[in-house]
């Protein structure tokens, strides 16, 4: 194995699907959260390995949402992930060497993903982990691998909002490193084309929101009371250094919010 690669990170993927041993136990949280899990369904959502311990009320609202339509989806009790940690030192030494060996490692952990997926009868992935995306559709191209936008215009239909917003959707520089897939920015559109009346500032990303430089430009271009994402690692970014009075949301959260004021929730039947 290539020296730039954590070894042991490879081992405890291999062996847990986690990254690092520490991380929260997927059962625990799939359980307290009522996501369900393990179960025949027409999609299967990668949340991303670390996602689902870190914001689990924003996958909670995903699911509220999907549910309204009878969406026929499902998590996975052991997920593993796409290796994207991997890479960062190789990315940082641009040896291509390097990034090959993480992609034949992406590909190989993506896959035992996949292959419970198809057992659980899935035809779909929706993969709501924006660093996962890429490296998912560039190690299995012909799959049928979707962002989770796709997914909530799938369930949404035509409502009316009031009012502006701050959309920043976020550079994926580091993300074009892992794979040379872009991301896919369209399916949010088709999602704000619902929504009669909706008045977006989009805000640029010239540089990442984790470099100061970038961060000042995010907060530099709020317009509104009203902030929201896509990328969790962009939503992070924002929520924790904003200092004016902006709500910041991710997309499900939105979306799910202003559902809610068109029509009741569907009752569940158990």
Do not use: W
């Not at 194995?1 to 949280?29: C, F, Q, S």
């Not at 040896?95 to 035992?112: I, Y």
């Amino acid at each position: 194995m290539h020296p730039l690669i954590n070894k042991e990170m490879v081992a405890t993927i291999r062996d847990k699907g986690k990254t690092i041993e520490k991380l929260p136990d997927r059962i625990d949280i799939l359980e307290k959260n009522r996501l369900p899990y393990d179960q025949k369904a027409d999609n299967v959502i990668i949340s991303g390995c670390q996602i689902l311990s870190m914001l689990p009320h924003i996958l909670s609202s995903f699911s509220r949402l999907l549910e309204r339509k009878g969406f026929s989806y499902t998590y996975l009790s052991k997920e593993y992930c796409c290796g994207n940690l991997l890479y960062r030192p190789a990315v940082k030494a641009h040896d291509e060497r390097a990034m090959a060996e993480c992609r034949g490692l992406s590909k190989e952990f993506v896959s035992n993903n996949i292959r419970q997926a198809k057992k659980l009868g899935a035809k779909r992935l929706v993969i709501f982990c924006s660093p996962c995306y890429p490296i998912y559709k560039h190690a299995f191209p012909d799959e049928n691998i979707v962002f989770y936008p796709v997914a909530i215009n799938e369930v949404m239909e035509e409502v009316d909002f009031k009012g502006p917003i701050d959309y920043y959707a976020g550079c994926y520089k580091l993300h074009k490193k892992f794979s040379p897939v872009p991301m896919d920015l369209q399916s949010t559109d088709e999602v704000f084309g619902k929504m009669k009346n909706l008045e977006v500032n989009r805000i640029g990303a010239p540089q990442c929101c984790y470099s100061p430089k970038g961060l000042t430009h995010m907060l530099d271009g709020v317009r509104t009371k009203l902030m929201v994402h896509i990328c969790t690692g962009c939503y992070e970014r924002a929520s924790r250094n904003i200092k004016r009075e902006t709500e910041v949301l991710m997309l499900p959260e939105l979306v799910e919010r202003v559902v809610a004021r068109i029509s009741p929730p569907l009752q569940s039947s158990i």
